[in-house]
């Protein structure tokens, strides 16, 4: 391991939560607070709920919800996808281009799909029996796109390298660290 959470083989080192303190706050919800053992509880639970589709589009508007998703996305080795507007015409688009994708939310969706699982639903697992996990830093983690505003969006795949390397450079810029929650 080269310090940067970057296995010398290419692989990114799990766990996501890193260092992963169970019962350190992740989130304020409305049921109080989240710790990340709950948070990674419940990614798991719904990590084994999720279709065996390669991408999934989330349009959770809470932020634990979103993040429950995509760490159950990552937890299953798929791709993650954020659409600028959660509209029918904006899913028949994404549809066209990957065939094969699925929803997740927190909320009713304001069109209809067959393929869409609610986050919210879903009840935590025992913590101290999920095994760690390993994504290989070519993974495409997200696929996020432009604006679209002169013509159709574009894509910009991030890899899991980019962003295990990234959020090694942000966190100390904007202070997480020095955070007590």
């Avoid at 919800?29 to 999934?56: E, F, V, W, Y």
């Avoid at 015409?89 to 990957?98: K, N």
Wanted: glycine share 8%; with cysteine.
């Amino acid at each position: 391991m080269d310090g940067t959470g970057l296995r010398l083989d290419g692989n990114a080192l799990w766990p996501l939560l890193h260092p992963f303190s169970r019962d350190r706050t992740a989130f304020w919800n409305l049921d109080g607070a989240l710790s990340r053992g709950a948070l990674h509880g419940l990614a798991n639970t719904l990590a084994g709920q999720l279709p065996d589709r390669p991408i999934a589009v989330i349009y959770c508007e809470r932020r634990d919800c979103f993040t429950v998703a995509l760490l159950a996305v990552w937890m299953r080795g798929q791709t993650a996808t954020f659409p600028a507007d959660p509209t029918a015409h904006e899913f028949q688009l994404l549809s066209t281009d990957y065939p094969n994708l699925y929803c997740l939310t927190d909320s009713a969706l304001p069109f209809e799909t067959s393929a869409v699982v609610t986050v919210s639903a879903v009840a935590a697992a025992d913590v101290d029996n999920i095994p760690p996990k390993v994504l290989a830093a070519t993974h495409p983690a997200i696929k996020v796109f432009t604006s679209g505003s002169t013509g159709k969006p574009s894509v910009n795949d991030k890899t899991w390298g980019m962003l295990v390397a990234g959020s090694k450079v942000a966190r100390p810029m904007v202070g997480l660290s020095d955070l007590p929650h």
